[in-house]
């Protein structure tokens, strides 16, 4: 029997809503190296702080590609099955 391994939105959005300045959400959709990016961004913003208008834009930005994010990592991972 097959078991779906599907991204889940709502799991998605929570991760973006209650850890998004940790990019957890970018790495629960396979997106790694964006959510180092995120890591380190983040981090600059105790010694940098204007940075975290830059994360701040970022996660705005993600709460409307979020959805198109868990269709691609969906369809990804059934083409590589």
Known sequence: MH???DKDLAIAYCL????GF?????????KNISGI?????SYSCLAF???????????I?????LPTFVKSA????YSAI
């Open 3 to 5: 078991e779906s391994k």
């Open 16 to 19: 973006l809503i209650f850890c």
């Open 22 to 30: 940790l990019g957890i959400h970018r790495f629960y959709l396979g």
């Open 37 to 41: 990016l995120f890591i380190l961004l």
């Open 49 to 59: 702080s204007p940075a975290i208008v830059f994360v701040t834009i970022w996660l």
């Open 61 to 65: 930005i993600d709460l409307f590609l």
């Open 74 to 77: 969906n369809t990804f991972q």
